[in-house]
């Protein structure tokens, strides 16, 4: 079957850095979203990889190794405005997406 | 341009009542895709439209489920005869085209709840 894993939440504090790993097992590979979602709000769209490596914008970078299964969302500089979910979601032979639960990410002061 | 739109917002249904969702796309994207999500959960992928034409339903839950596009456009997903476990948000999202890697934009989502 097809699996997206992904912790289920995390605490950091302002100012730090965070990373939220995402392995997954999927029919295929067509590259990986990452997106964020705010409660009680829609998702957004913050990365694509699907070569392996390290893609950076602002204090937002993604990784992907695509031999691993494996693709990590560092955050920089917290700040409170970053307490939300991430969603990793994978693009399968299809062109469909299969979502992770998300990851719950707590700042605190 | 403006963004997703869907409609309701919000809605309170008794179970056994028919349901019907409404999602307007970004003009110009003929993918449109419909998702579930229920509290603390990931997205349900449910289906999933290219123009008017549905290539891949596999998600809806059962026959109760129903989506329609047309003109290349709006799509309203119904739900007959509600159930408590339909309780959930609904999402829309669409993206220029399907079939390849095209980031995928989202409406605010219908909030469905089924007493």
């Known amino acids: 079957g097809q699996n997206i894993d992904q912790p289920t939440e995390m605490t950091a504090t302002e100012g730090a850095i965070v990373q939220i790993n995402c392995t997954y097992q999927?029919?295929?590979?067509?590259?990986l979203f990452w997106y964020q979602q705010h409660a009680g709000e829609a998702p957004t769209f913050l990365s694509y990889n699907v070569l392996d490596g390290l893609e950076e914008k602002g204090r937002f970078s993604s990784f992907l190794s695509r031999s691993k299964g494996y693709s990590y969302l560092l955050l920089k500089e917290l700040q409170m405005k970053d307490s939300a979910s991430y969603l990793c979601?994978?693009?399968?032979?299809?062109?469909?997406?299969?979502w992770g639960a998300g990851t719950k990410l707590i700042i605190k002061p | 341009g403006a963004g997703v739109s869907q409609s309701p917002s919000n809605k309170v249904t008794e179970k056994g009542k028919d349901v019907e969702l409404r999602c307007d796309p970004i003009?110009?994207?003929?993918?449109l895709y419909w998702y579930r999500q229920s509290l603390g959960q990931g997205l349900e992928f449910l289906i999933y439209f290219q123009g008017n034409s549905a290539p891949d339903k596999s998600g809806l839950p059962s026959d109760r489920f129903s989506a329609e596009r047309t003109g290349g456009s709006v799509s309203t997903l119904t739900i007959q005869r509600t159930q408590q476990e339909d309780s959930a948000v609904y999402l829309c999202a669409s993206s220029l085209e399907g079939g390849g890697p095209y980031e995928q934009y989202f409406g605010p989502g219908t909030r469905l709840t089924v007493t």
């Open positions: 979601a994978v693009m399968d032979s299809n062109y469909q997406l299969i």
């Open positions: 999927t029919s295929g590979f067509n590259g």
């Open positions: 003009s110009g994207h003929t993918a």
